[in-house]
């Protein structure tokens, strides 16, 4: 009897192109018996399948359940297709086509295969910097267009030898259409220089390299999305001449160190953040300091946190591996610019900083940071998603029109959406000056360009002057809506989480606008994707010279004084006042009671920063957060009670601060120690906010609590919630896969802005 024979055409999208997924599909093939053929098309994946209907139906079941590692298959399209008659299984060349839907995997950390081959002498690739295969090495930073090809990389100005190439073009190979393959015959080349960019001649400019970090030396190190700026973190001078030259006062230093072995003689780790170090990612994890402390003491000055990452270079572990227990790995910038990733840049940026650089002529097309994760309340949280993770998209739970949304000014970042899939960019920057809002703008274009679409609706911040506002409104060709800072972080979370409205959204940061013009940052809203309604929220007071009073936070400490006592305050003779200085404050009384320049403002960062100057802590702050993140690391034990709190009744709820900061006076009159006050506090606002959102939920009938905004970094205010809010018979939402802080803020723009679209 005639054996049945059938013909199918599958069609992948997701992740499926440079991750080794052709080579896959044609070795299943082989296993199943089938003919056909298998290309990269830019929706994705096409696959053209022949054969006994059984083998048909194993083949899919294997392709949907047992990927490659990299990819990440998003859907699967099978339909019938007439017999093409093919001799055997080919994988054929990349097609063009209109439909650009394809998804890009992320750089990712070196495999332990190719780390094998670098370190064995009797490799051709012994040592060898750039080495990598279908499982691992650089893919979004080197990509320029679709379908990913090496001739649409920056590998296109490096012919491949006769060995790469047979390699490339074997399936059986794992380095088949690996498109960054190469060796040292054909590929890039490391090459060492001094500050002046005269090349130092050496036999081995990685190991001499190494040797001029040991004498104490910065180095400049290009990476995969841009430069480091190294030194040994065992030598405190060296660090301490990095802080003076990249003008990094204080804000803590990441470093990187070989193996788990070496974290563990600095910092404190249990399993979760072990998996999250050797992840194919290699994110920064935030860890506590063990003690003592194995580092130089000014990497992370006044912190009981470290950022440690683990080489994920072939570079970085070669540089590693010449006997450093950890080098400080910082971006490759001045405070406040972008990393640079250009070679003629970073001469000219980094010669005041770095006495050398260690370089290398493979192109960067994109630059991107590295990321940085947290553990905190039982999960892990992004403090900075970029570097490993982008461009993997969040899964919407509907399909969105093309939407580009252009984030708010600090941690920028953008979205656009496509489908059911939302493209969060990698981490830009603070749109603080020219350099970082040129990186802003190229980021659009080259989203854009590999996602294959223009937006039709364009989503930004509800400020007014924020340069990512401004560019919106400076488009044409689509519709602009501006959403509210606070709105936009609840969508995002709800985004990520797959939930819709209504839902009480508590949102908590520094400074957002208001569409009453006043500061906010400590709101309840009753929100889903298409509007809110301010619930509650913080009460105002003035903020004294705006902007100065964040970087100034005994400015926001005399504002919370004037607020609970009157102008009896001065009697209480606080300690911070005389830092200030008795003019200052006079100057700082007569501009809240006149109101010049002094915003009201309802921020729960603001209220963090106040408190921390009245405890004597912080009056001034070297980089954003640091009075509320030195009151969060002072905190010690729990808390048994909070201080007195009291709320307003009426619409919205007014939550007023003057208890509380009658409290944390009371107590440091009576020299109470500062752990427990900072405890104490931390209880207060997690009581104060579990008991608005009771009441809110009592009247509104609502169930469900979404968290989000930068104050929800902090990790013990995170981990009080939580529980508080369950107690009272809440579902709890945080943030898992996006940033709380205002790196997220770009995907809730996204989906409220086409949720105001629909609606309108």
């Given amino acids: ?375 905190a309340a039982g999960e892990t949280r992004f403090l900075r998603r970029s570097r490993g993770y982008v461009p993997v998209p969040v899964f919407l739970k509907r399909p969105l029109p093309p939407v580009l949304a252009c984030g708010a000014e600090l941690k920028s970042t953008v979205c656009l959406t496509k489908g059911s899939q939302a493209f969060l960019s990698q981490h830009i920057g603070d749109l603080e000056n020219l350099a970082t809002y040129e990186f802003f703008q190229q980021t659009i274009a080259h989203m854009q360009r590999i996602l294959g679409l223009r937006p039709e609706l364009i989503a930004c911040d509800l400020h007014p002057d924020y340069l990512s506002t401004r560019w919106a409104r400076e488009q044409t060709g689509a519709a602009v809506i501006a959403v509210q800072h606070h709105h936009a972080h609840i969508v995002s979370a709800m985004a990520e989480r797959g939930i819709a409205g209504p839902v009480i959204g508590v949102a908590c940061d520094g400074t957002g606008y208001g569409p009453d013009a006043t500061v906010w940052g400590g709101e309840v809203l009753v929100a889903d994707e298409g509007g809110f309604e301010r619930a509650a929220h913080l009460a105002c007071v003035p903020m004294p010279g705006s902007a100065a009073a964040i970087k100034e936070p005994w400015r926001m400490a005399v504002s919370y004084l004037q607020d609970a006592y009157g102008d009896a305050w001065p009697d209480l003779g606080l300690p911070f006042l005389e830092q200030a200085g008795a003019s200052n404050v006079r100057i700082i009384r007569e501009m809240i009671a006149k109101r010049v320049n002094s915003p009201l403002t309802s921020s729960l960062g603001r209220l963090f920063d106040g408190v921390a100057a009245l405890a004597g802590m912080r009056s001034r702050v070297n980089y954003e957060g640091q009075a509320a993140m030195e009151l969060e690391m002072a905190a010690a034990g729990e808390a048994e009670q909070s201080y007195e709190f009291a709320l307003e009744d009426g619409v919205p709820i007014r939550i007023l601060p003057a208890p509380i900061i009658r409290g944390v006076v009371e107590e440091l009159a009576r020299r109470v120690p500062l752990p427990v006050i900072g405890a104490r506090f931390h209880h207060t606002v997690v009581q104060v906010f579990a008991e608005v959102c009771a009441r809110i939920g009592r009247e509104r009938g609502l169930k469900r609590v979404v968290l989000s905004g930068g104050v929800f970094q902090n990790a013990r205010l995170l981990a009080g919630l939580i529980p508080a809010l369950e107690a009272r018979g809440f579902e709890v939402y945080s943030h898992r896969l996006v940033p709380t802080n205002d790196g997220g803020i770009a995907l809730g723009q996204a989906v409220a802005a086409a949720a105001q679209l629909k609606k309108a």
């Fill in 1 to 375: 009897m005639e054996q049945r024979h059938e013909a199918r055409r599958l069609e992948v999208n997701g992740i499926v192109q440079g991750v080794g997924f052709r080579p896959f599909v044609f070795q299943l093939a082989a296993r199943c018996g089938l003919k056909g053929e298998v290309a990269n098309t830019s929706a994705g994946v096409s696959i053209h399948i022949e054969g006994a209907p059984e083998s048909i139906r194993h083949f899919e079941r294997e392709l949907s359940q047992s990927p490659p590692p990299l990819a990440r298959i998003v859907a699967i399209v099978s339909r019938p297709a007439p017999p093409g008659h093919y001799p055997d299984f080919r994988i054929a060349h990349s097609r063009g086509e209109s439909a650009m839907a394809t998804l890009i995997s992320p750089d990712v950390a070196v495999c332990g295969d190719c780390l094998a081959e670098m370190f064995d002498p009797a490799e051709r690739r012994f040592r060898y910097p750039f080495i990598n295969c279908t499982n691992c090495g650089p893919r979004y930073t080197i990509i320029d267009d679709i379908p990913y090809d090496r001739p649409k990389t920056s590998m296109r100005h490096f012919a491949m030898c006769a060995r790469c190439r047979a390699e490339y073009e074997d399936p059986l190979n794992r380095r088949f259409h690996a498109q960054p393959n190469a060796c040292p015959a054909c590929g890039p080349q490391v090459s060492l220089w001094d500050d002046r960019g005269n090349e130092i001649n050496s036999e081995d400019p990685i190991r001499q390299a190494a040797e001029l970090i040991r004498q104490g030396r910065i180095l400049a190190v290009k990476g995969l999305g841009g430069y480091h700026l190294a030194v040994d973190a065992l030598q405190p001078a060296a660090v301490a001449r990095l802080r003076r030259r990249k003008l990094r006062e204080e804000k803590p230093f990441a470093v990187m160190s070989p193996d788990i072995a070496a974290i563990r003689a600095y910092a404190r780790l249990g399993p979760e953040e072990e998996a999250l170090l050797a992840s194919i990612q290699r994110p920064i994890v935030l860890l506590a300091k063990a003690d003592p402390f194995a580092l130089a003491a000014e990497v992370a000055p006044g912190n009981r946190f470290i950022g440690a990452l683990l080489p994920y270079t072939p570079l970085h572990h070669l540089l590693l591996a010449e006997g450093f227990t950890a080098l400080v790995m910082t971006s490759g910038n001045l405070s406040e610019e972008p990393i640079a990733i250009d070679n003629a840049d970073a001469f000219a940026r980094l010669a005041g900083i770095a006495d050398n650089f260690l370089d290398h002529n493979r192109e960067i097309y994109l630059r991107s940071d590295d990321s940085v994760l947290r553990r």
